[in-house]
């Protein structure tokens, strides 16, 4: 079992950043592959990025490629989802995930934060 808690979401100007954390606790961290997924009010969760195990591989969604990047400190046990230039479309409920699998596909994940929100003011 993986609890993930995250955390940095906030209010900011379009334009702006913002770091989200995500820490992991119980089984060994280093062993999965981490995923920020985000959910827009009245739109499905959809993929944002993805990191194996290792952090030698990411991916990121067409949307936010060259403006955000994903990174991890296994010895923190923590994820995070650096977010420039930020977009007022990218306002959502950002969630991170882990799993065995490196995917962008939500239904891969065995194991989800509680999220945490992030609004971008136009």
């Known amino acids: 079992q993986v609890q993930l808690v995250e955390s940095g979401g906030g209010l900011v100007q379009a334009g702006g950043s913002l770091r989200l954390s995500c820490v992991a606790s119980g089984r060994t961290f280093s062993r999965y592959n981490m995923g920020w997924f985000r959910q827009a009010p009245g739109k499905e969760r959809e993929f944002v990025a993805t990191i194996s195990w290792s952090g030698y591989s990411t991916y990121y969604a067409d949307s936010v490629k060259g403006r955000f990047t994903i990174s991890r400190d296994n010895a923190k046990n923590t994820v995070y989802l650096q977010m420039n230039s930020l977009e007022h479309e990218d306002t959502a409920v950002y969630y991170c995930?882990?799993?065995?699998?490196?995917?962008?596909?939500?239904?891969?994940?065995?194991?989800w934060g509680q999220g945490t929100q992030v609004t971008v003011s136009s």
């Open positions: 995930a882990a799993d065995d699998r490196m995917s962008p596909r939500l239904g891969e994940y065995d194991y």
